[in-house]
């Protein structure tokens, strides 16, 4: 045993309070550290004194009232009740003990507090009442406290009758007067901390900010703990942008409550203010966390986020109270941008229809209406553009370019577009930009002489001219004058040898020509120019793929990729000839970092990265990107398809069905989302659901063989067997397909008999032979039922077939047992096992060969570890009954048989069977 040194034993007595001193000395030296406002030596002396004479009132009531000179509300509030418990007077300590709960927020317990004790004073009672009227404010009951204070308004109290007054006129909004009465409480009143709250408050209505600032600091200098007169502070302090001063009260708060929402919203505030946005989102965060979520917050949030680079983040906030941003100018605008950017054009659009528009809108504006036009919205990008057009007039070329530009894509507007452009030229001949745009308006108008006249600007200088002969050589090109054209593209050859547009038109023209490989040559030519002229990319490809040498110009273009790896347009290119050589682990590799470092993409590449995670088996990734797809253009209908079928494949039926309902609102009769629907409401329950929405469908594809044989199939699970079989089998008069014939029979299976249903696809297989290996498998199947030998027969053909098909080995297997073949079915079992050792129906069927073999300890091994992949397979559980009891273990089979639930009659005699055997 170790031995204690003399040292460990003084130390000890030294921790443990042995100082020589009795309660009573420790009692005294606490009243002078108390006097002399040592607090937390007189708190030493009083825990001494107490853990001496824990049952003295009088060192509980100093160790109490000094706990309040600390602030340390909480801890004085249970030194009181621990007091009153030992004996204390209430008479003498009611009040400040009401007033320490009170100060302590516990107000269930101030409204309780000396409820039944009885020879109180009238005065104490009078108090007791006030502190209880205000309990009932912080919780919320206003009215149960007017009527308190109706009653101490004719106190013979002054400070009670004051205050009451005071708080009867403040519920009647009368705040002049309100304050007027609360200053009457005199500054040595029981209640005068209470009265100097309320005097801060009302100063806080009346507008006399500095005043109720200074009032509500020394309230705190009073009541340290008081975190909610800190928060008033605090968001006083910040509303006068006194961050500073703001600062120092939330520190103080958020110490003690870290996830309170307002304080970190106030805090984030600040950090805002400081331009710390990384602190900033950490706080508005929290805020959120805690449910403050109310406008200013989201908004706050949205602008933090999008500060950082987080667009959708900052897009989620804002969309949060959307309806609310018309009060917040700047939000509404950068609202209407982050819809935008992330393909919610329509959105945008809308949000932008209640704004005032500026010149500096007009980007904003026309990103918008580009956006519409591309996707068939011309109405509504009118309405902008003409709204815009309403609040600010062009003040130069640029503005009036713009403006044009936007109207071309308007069919109604198109010569007022061009009326822009030309007016922006005239303002401003250097926009070579807008003279392209107006010649391309001319080309499309087959205004061919007045694209060509728009080139003679260009013809005047050397630095344009080639861009002037490549103008006149397309509009003859375009007018299938071949010579004119050679002629124009010679000249810009002229002008600059090194045009890769030229070079580009000259390679057409040598197709035309049938000279492909000049126009090879040239392609090849335009790419050492510019490796990443995605035009001359393209056709290069094409003409390969023509002539059977692909990859050829596919390493060209991960040439092109790897010289411009910022180059999404040369990124998205490469991903789709991945995608059309069904390289779909190079897609996802190609566009990762596209989706790893931005926030927007298009829907083309949505479209990519989807397919190619579905088709690398990362399912989690596609939904969460197809959601990502959906929720940034609901109205989308390959988004919505998308994120539908994921949703369904994850067997979220209801989540798909709401997706599918809010896009059918938009395109109420587009076949693709009804059919899509009639399949999650089948798949989800709902057979009259889908049979309803089956109903919607156009006439010449609910008549389809392919959609009845759906109907026909949820008739059948809908129990309506004779129309579900009437219409199955007019769908497979017009298409016999194997699907079809396997439904009809299941059918025939089910509800008439399996000779019925085997009889049905051995006619199939005369007319149409064997050349479906599922239908063969399911014919093989019925025969089990049917006839056994057969079955064997049929199932050894398949696996000479198949060799490696896991369920053709193990049911194969199975059919060998049902004979009698225990050493075969082994064979094939174990074959089964070696392609997947952990499925149950294999490890189910290997358990009844070793079951067969009396190998009850293996078999039952086999057959736990199957229900533990599926739990309550009834036919399995059978089969571990049986191996249990074969074993000795008959208390475990009997709990085995009791957790079997099953309605299969089959089962139910076995395991009555079963049940026989251990009642023997």
């Known amino acids: 045993m170790k031995k204690i040194s003399l040292t460990a034993v003084l130390l000890l007595a030294a921790l443990s309070g042995c100082s020589g001193k009795d309660a009573a000395e420790h009692y005294q030296d606490a009243l002078k550290f108390s006097q002399s406002n040592q607090y937390n030596a007189a708190v030493i002396e009083l825990k001494s004194a107490i853990a001496q004479a824990p049952e003295n009132i009088d060192y509980r009531l100093l160790l109490a009232r000094v706990y309040l000179q600390t602030g340390d509300v909480v801890s004085a509030e249970k030194e009181y009740e621990r007091a009153l418990r030992n004996g204390a007077d209430p008479e003498t300590i009611a009040v400040e003990v009401i007033q320490t709960s009170f100060l302590a927020e516990n107000y269930q317990n101030v409204l309780s507090l000396f409820s039944e004790t009885g020879n109180l004073s009238a005065k104490t009672e009078h108090y007791l009442k006030f502190y209880r009227a205000l309990a009932e404010v912080e919780l919320g009951a206003a009215e149960n406290a007017v ?131 990384a602190k900033a989102k950490e706080h508005i965060d929290k805020a959120i966390s805690a449910r403050f979520t109310n406008t200013p917050s989201r908004v706050l949030a949205g602008i933090v986020s999008y500060q950082l680079g987080l667009e959708q983040q900052a897009l989620t906030h804002l969309s949060a109270v959307k309806n609310s941003l018309h009060t917040y100018p700047p939000a509404q605008r950068l609202y209407s941008l982050l819809q935008l950017r992330a393909g919610a054009t329509a959105d945008a659009a809308s949000s932008l229809s209640d704004a005032k528009f500026t010149e500096q809108d007009l980007s904003l504006v026309a990103g918008t209406a580009f956006q519409l036009i591309s996707q068939g919205d011309e109405s509504l990008a009118a309405e902008i553009i003409s709204r815009y057009e309403n609040m600010v007039v062009p003040q130069d070329g640029q503005s009036l370019s713009t403006l044009g530009s936007l109207k071309l894509g308007l069919p109604d507007r198109n010569a007022e577009g061009i009326k822009n452009l030309e007016q922006a030229l005239m303002m401003d001949p250097g926009l070579h930009d807008t003279r392209l745009v107006l010649a391309g308006s001319y080309i499309r108008q087959k205004q061919f002489d007045k694209a060509a006249e728009l080139a003679d600007e260009w013809l005047k200088t050397a630095e344009t001219r080639n861009a002037g002969y490549n103008l006149k050589a397309l509009t003859y090109l375009l007018q299938q004058d071949l010579e004119n054209g050679k002629l124009m593209l010679a000249e810009a050859q002229k002008a600059d040898s090194d045009s890769v547009f030229t070079l580009y038109m000259l390679a057409a023209v040598a197709r035309d020509e049938k000279d492909i490989a000049k126009s090879d040559e040239l392609l090849t030519r335009a790419l050492e120019l510019r490796s990443d002229y995605i035009p001359a990319l393209i056709a290069y490809f094409s003409s390969m793929q023509q002539q059977g040498t692909p990859q050829v110009a596919l390493d060209v273009v991960e040439r092109s990729h790897k010289a411009h790896p910022d180059n999404n347009q040369i990124r998205m290119l490469l991903a789709n000839l991945y995608q059309s050589r069904n390289n779909f682990a190079e897609v996802v590799s190609i566009l990762k970092p596209i989706s790893d470092t931005q926030q927007q993409f298009t829907p083309a590449f949505y479209n990519l990265m989807v397919n190619a995670y579905v088709r690398t088996n990362q399912t989690d990734l596609a939904l969460a990107l197809a959601e990502r797809w959906y929720n940034s253009d609901e109205k989308n209908i390959r988004a919505g398809l998308a994120y539908s079928n994921l949703l369904a494949n994850a067997r979220r039926y209801k989540d798909a069905i709401v ?162 073949k225990v050493a075969d079915a082994k064979t094939y079992a174990e074959q089964a096992l070696k392609i997947n050792g952990n499925h149950p129906d294999v490890l189910d069927t290997y358990g009844r060969v070793l079951l067969e073999q009396g190998k009850h300890v293996a078999a039952k091994a086999q057959f736990e570890q199957s229900l533990a992949i599926r739990p309550g397979h009834a036919e399995v559980q059978l089969n571990l009954a049986q191996a249990l009891i074969n074993n000795g273990e008959q208390q475990q089979a009997g709990k085995v048989l009791a957790a079997i639930k099953t309605d299969n009659v089959k089962f139910l005699e076995r395991a009555k069977v079963l049940q026989q055997k251990l009642e023997q």
């Open 147 to 277: 009527v308190i204070f109706d009653q101490l308004v004719n106190s013979e109290y002054p400070d009670l009758a004051a205050y009451a007054e005071a708080a009867l006129l403040l519920n009647a909004r009368t705040i002049g007067a309100a304050l007027s009465s609360v200053q009457q409480v005199a500054t040595d009143s029981l209640i005068a901390k209470e009265a100097l709250l309320l005097t801060a408050q009302l100063q806080l209505f009346d507008k006399q900010t500095d005043s109720a600032i200074a009032n509500l600091t020394r309230y705190i200098e009073q009541v340290p703990s008081a975190l909610k007169v800190r928060l008033v502070l605090a968001q006083t302090y910040v509303q006068q942008q006194q961050f500073a001063e703001a600062d120092k009260q939330l520190s103080f708060i958020l110490q003690r409550a870290p996830d309170h929402g307002l304080s970190n919203y106030l805090k984030a505030t600040i950090e805002y203010q400081k331009q710390d946005y």
């Open 659 to 820: 997706v599918l309902d809010k896009q059918l609102k938009v395109h109420p009769k587009e076949p693709v989302l009804l059919r899509t629907k009639i399949a999650a409401q089948s798949e989800n329950g709902d057979q009259q659901g889908a049979l309803a929405t089956y109903e919607l469908l156009p006439a010449e594809i609910a008549n389809s063989a392919e959609m009845l044989y759906h109907k026909g199939r949820i008739q059948i699970l809908n129990k309506q067997i004779s129309p579900g079989l009437e219409t199955l089998n007019t769908s497979y008069n017009i298409t016999p397909h194997a699907a079809t014939a396997i439904a009809i029979a299941g059918a025939y299976a089910k509800d008439i008999s399996y000779r019925r249903a085997v009889s049905f696809i051995e006619e199939h297989f005369a007319k149409h032979g064997k050349n479906s290996t599922d239908l063969h498998a399911f014919y093989a199947n019925l025969l089990i039922e049917d006839d056994v030998n057969k079955a064997v027969t049929v199932y050894a053909e398949i696996v000479q077939q198949a060799p490696d098909n896991l369920i053709a080995l193990n049911n194969y297997a199975w059919v060998l047992l049902e004979v009698g």
